[in-house]
């Protein structure tokens, strides 16, 4: 394999020329776990979600504190919906880069996709005072039938800036109780 050739197309963007260099070389048993590594970033940016886990996975089981390998394998997973292997990429990068805002934001979205609601609260609150994450919580507290969970409704109906993530929000979670009168109410 030509490592200027691969890097121009890597450069480029040509995905299609990338995955035929580093293909062959990757599958072989016992590659070097890099090129394995970035075998699986072009599947994914190829789309093929299911091939670049295969791969990630290859990468994991020889090294396994790579927390840029389980990260990765969990955007593959979510190119197929495999929620179940997304949440334990993103759990496990966050585990070993516990600083890392995308595996903590991403690891909290799968956590709600998949109503893991302990999980998805320890992950948002890291992000009380962002806009995301304050939808996020009051979704938690509503799920659970928290005590605060009609005081967020109401901060979040009052000044939310994103109304329709709001609204979808309380539509998701609200079990009967979304209030009629969505507008900003006025003091």
Not at 42 to 54: D, F, P, Q, T
Request: glycine content about 6%.
């Amino acid at each position: 394999m030509h490592a200027k050739k691969l890097a121009d197309l890597l450069i480029a963007g040509d995905w299609k020329g990338a995955e035929a260099l580093l293909g062959p070389v990757a599958s072989v048993p016992g590659a070097h776990p890099s090129l394995v590594y970035n075998h699986g970033k072009v599947l994914i940016e190829l789309g093929r979600g299911r091939e670049a886990v295969a791969a990630l996975r290859r990468v994991i089981a020889a090294t396994p504190e790579r927390a840029d390998a389980w990260f990765e394998m969990g955007r593959a997973a979510l190119l197929h919906e495999d929620f179940a292997t997304a949440f334990e990429g993103f759990q496990e990068a966050l585990a070993l880069a516990p600083d890392d805002l995308d595996a903590r934001r991403n690891l909290g979205r799968v956590a709600l996709r998949l109503g893991r609601w302990e999980v998805a609260r320890a992950t948002w609150e890291g992000f009380e005072a962002d806009n995301e994450a304050e939808i996020a919580l009051y979704r938690i507290a509503a799920e659970t039938r928290a005590e605060d969970a009609k005081a967020r409704r109401d901060r979040l109906l009052e000044s939310h800036p994103d109304r329709a993530s709001v609204v979808l929000a309380l539509v998701r979670s609200s079990k009967g109780a979304i209030p009629l009168d969505l507008r900003r109410r006025r003091r």
